[in-house]
């Protein structure tokens, strides 16, 4: 399954910027981040893909991610 979730804090980021983003090892195994755009003031938006078990409810709980915007 794949879902999409907002990072809030990315600060200095800027609607429009082009955004690299990596994940820390505090995201689970089988979770995949497939895009991410900047979507407001220091805020990105982030597509991420469960690879694995998609059986019930499954929750990422909270992650940190790696970023550098460009502009």
């Known amino acids: 399954t794949t879902?999409?979730?907002?990072c809030s804090g990315a600060t200095g980021i800027?609607?429009?910027?082009?955004v690299i983003v990596q994940a820390t090892?505090?995201?689970?195994?089988s979770f995949v981040i497939q895009a991410a755009?900047?979507?407001?003031?220091?805020l990105i938006n982030v597509r991420i893909?469960?690879?694995g078990?998609?059986?019930?409810?499954?929750?990422t709980g909270i992650?940190?991610?790696?970023?550098?915007g460009f502009r």
């Open 3 to 6: 879902n999409f979730a907002d």
């Open 14 to 18: 800027r609607s429009g910027d082009r």
């Open 25 to 29: 090892s505090s995201l689970p195994a």
């Open 37 to 42: 755009s900047s979507t407001g003031a220091n």
């Open 49 to 51: 893909h469960n690879s």
């Open 53 to 59: 078990n998609s059986v019930g409810t499954v929750d």
């Open 63 to 68: 992650n940190s991610f790696n970023f550098v």
